[in-house]
């Protein structure tokens, strides 16, 4: 049991790990706004600072460190996800219905990230808000696996629930919020935020998808085994 059938790193390491370059990445975002645009610093003026100086370190660019990085950990909670379904329907269990549709559907995060869907989906709101259709997907999502959570129910239920909580609060919720003022400090600092929120959501996703794997590879079965139940 202490070996997956796959080579996944230990649930643990792999959850540190990706946190603590989270946390290097909103630091060095933080910073670099308050570089930026904290009039009261006066950086600016003093060193003749540009923002391209330092837009590699901002979250809510798309050519950043950032989003590079948000666009792996979402292809990586997808290739775990995808990877369970397979498993899952060489069982011939019907519930690898659902972990493939949640793998597609982080697949298409993931170009997201980088693409900028929901930036073309925000030009069709009057208003701009393209959170607005984000609130209604959200709840919709948590309807339609509500069956999926309660067959779950326990520890993988509880840590899918908190990513998706925390995913979606900062995707959806402070996104909302944050105004479209791109150059002012509060715009910015609230990005650190809502990235950072996301990021987390899809480590503790990550997390809670190895942690099943390995207490269901116990029972999983092995390759080449052609025994038929009695």
Known sequence: MSNLPWPFPRPEKAAFFLFAIMMTLIVAHL?????????????????????????????????????????????????????????????????????????????????????????????????GYWTVAGFGVLAFTGLVYLPFLWHYRGRTATLF??????????????????????????YNMLTGLEEGMEMLGIIILIYAALDFIRSDSAIEPCKGDRRIKQ
Do not use: P
């Not at 069982?91 to 493939?100: G, I, S, T, V």
């Not at 993931?110 to 900028?116: A, H, K, L, P, T």
């Not at 998706?164 to 002012?184: K, P, Q, R």
């Open 31 to 127: 910073i670099a706004m308050q570089i930026v645009f904290n009039e009261a610093l006066e950086m600016q003026e003093k060193f003749s600072i540009e923002y391209w100086h330092f837009s590699v370190f901002d979250l809510d660019e798309e050519e950043s460190f950032g989003t590079w990085f948000s666009a792996v950990i979402l292809l990586v909670a997808s290739t775990i996800l995808i990877y369970k379904a397979r498993v899952l329907r060489v069982r011939e269990d019907a519930w690898y219905r659902w972990w493939m549709i949640l793998g597609w559907a982080f697949c298409l995060l993931s170009i997201d990230e980088v693409v900028g869907l929901h930036e073309l989906m925000n030009t069709l709101f009057e208003k």
């Open 161 to 186: 629930i908190i990513a998706g909580a925390i995913y979606g609060g900062g995707a959806v919720g402070i996104e909302h919020f944050s105004g479209t003022d791109l150059n002012s400090l509060r």
